[in-house]
């Protein structure tokens, strides 16, 4: 396995580990391709057991039986779990709500996996474009029809594309008509700084050939995760509870999230500021918004998460 396949893999693998989650379960390869994680069943099955009803839709068409977690090896299931929802369901429905909430009739989503998205842009009469690797492409595609009509299915693209390939971002964002939101979540930080600056590139190329803007919570992961953690627990748990997730990634991934990406938020500024783009940190939902995991909160649970819901963690990327 080369260094670049093994550096995505613990990406891909990371996403789950550092947002509360121990994943179990096997990774599929090609020779051709690098692998695909089994965490791309793992963040469907978070939004699933959250309540988002096109997630359950997804699972169910994909197959029950592939989307699940092997609960009793992962430690403290229970105590992690509701952080692991939360998190993981606002980071997918802030990005949905700034795409409705800006009237955006396309949307670019880099890095899909087997969220959800497709079909819930479909259903508002909105276009979506999904890349990822050959595996997870070729069974999401599969699935569509499953879970909407041949008129919404005709909105919905998925190609095989690298996220760090230019010109293949490129011609799959050429699918669309129109000014693009691009969204993705839980890959920037994984990558080494040079792909990191890659993507941005192409991004600021697509850009300025579509215009709209990238979206993403990715630079404020930590600090986001953290924040979840403390909607359900008090700081001391909520503390813990991080901690652990850090602890387990390093023993999942051999190696320390905490240092692995931008120390603060002002280097990520820079860097992406560096690569002819602007940026703007503003509230992860701009309008009222239910979040389908918060159900069983206190009333407690429920300030804290109104506070979150206003907490400068989406950022909205573009070159003007």
């Not at 990520?268 to 509230?283: D, H, S, W």
């Amino acid at each position: 396995m080369s260094h670049e396949t093994k550096r995505y893999f613990i990406g891909r693998l990371l996403i789950f580990a550092l947002l509360l989650c121990a994943v179990c379960g096997n990774v599929y390869a090609e020779d051709s391709m690098r692998p695909v994680s089994y965490t791309a069943y793992t963040s469907l099955y978070w939004l699933r057991e959250a309540g988002v009803p096109e997630a359950a839709e997804f699972s169910n068409a994909i197959g029950d039986n592939k989307v699940s977690l092997a609960k009793n090896a992962i430690p403290n299931y229970d105590e992690l779990a509701p952080v692991n929802k939360l998190y993981i369901e606002m980071r997918y429905a802030a990005l949905n709500e700034y795409i409705t909430g800006n009237n955006y009739q396309n949307n670019f989503d880099i890095a899909c996996g087997f969220a959800p998205r497709s079909i819930a842009m479909a259903r508002q009469g909105r276009n979506f474009v999904g890349t990822d690797f050959k595996q997870s492409i070729t069974e999401v595609s599969s699935i569509v029809s499953e879970c909407v009509p041949v008129k919404q299915q005709k909105r919905i693209s998925y190609i095989v594309a690298d996220a760090t390939d230019g010109a293949g971002m490129m011609r799959a964002a050429d699918k669309l008509d129109g000014r693009i939101c691009i969204t993705m979540d839980g890959l920037m930080m994984y990558l080494s700084r040079q792909e990191q600056a890659a993507v941005l590139q192409s991004i600021r190329e697509i850009l300025k050939k579509h215009g709209g803007a990238y979206v993403t919570s990715d630079f404020s992961a930590r600090e986001f995760v953290k924040a979840s953690a403390m909607v359900v627990y008090d700081d001391t748990d909520a503390q813990r509870i991080y901690r652990n997730s850090a602890e387990m990634y390093e023993k999942t991934a051999s190696a320390d999230f905490d240092k692995a990406f931008f120390s603060n938020a002002e280097e990520a500024v820079q860097f992406i500021e560096a690569q002819g783009l602007k940026v703007k940190r503003i509230p992860l939902f701009q309008s009222p918004v239910s979040i389908y995991s918060a159900k069983a909160f206190d009333l407690e649970q429920y300030q804290k998460l109104n506070g979150l819901k206003n907490e400068l963690f989406l950022w909205e990327i573009t070159i003007d």
